[in-house]
Nanobody, 125 residues
Framework: QVQLVESGGGLVQAGGSLRLSCAASGRTFSNYAMGWFRQAPGKEHEFVSVISWNGGSTLYADSVKGRFAISRDNAKNTVYLQMNSLKPEDTAVYYC??????????????????WGQGTQVTVSS
């Protein structure tokens, strides 16, 4: 079992930056690909980014490419999402998730086995 706890959300003006963190419990964190998803009010969960177990492979949604950066520190059991040049349309609850079984990184929500409780990001215009 893996428990995930996100932090770092908040209110920021458009053009600003935030760094989200996701702390994981469990000794097998370093074996898992880790993803970030978000859910805006009235919308479904949306893929944001994913990083492979060793950080060697990353994917980004087109909407955040060039503005967001995902990274991980396996020694600290933590994955990060650096968000720059934030836009009002980035407003959402952001969730981290662990993929314990996929061979390659995936954007598919259904492939993720463990989820955090989410952290709110609000970008004002």
């Amino acid at each position: 079992q893996v428990q995930l706890v996100e932090s770092g959300g908040g209110l920021v003006q458009a053009g600003g930056s935030l760094r989200l963190s996701c702390a994981a419990s469990g000794r097998t964190f370093s074996n898992y690909a880790m993803g970030w998803f978000r859910q805006a009010p009235g919308k479904e969960h949306e893929f944001v980014s994913v990083i492979s177990w060793n950080g060697g492979s990353t994917l980004y949604a087109d909407s955040v490419k060039g503005r967001f950066a995902i990274s991980r520190d396996n020694a600290k059991n933590t994955v990060y999402l650096q968000m720059n040049s934030l836009k009002p349309e980035d407003t959402a609850v952001y969730y981290c998730a662990a993929d314990a079984t996929s061979v390659v990184v995936t954007t598919a929500l259904r492939e993720y086995d463990y989820w955090g409780q989410g952290t709110q990001v609000t970008v004002s215009s």
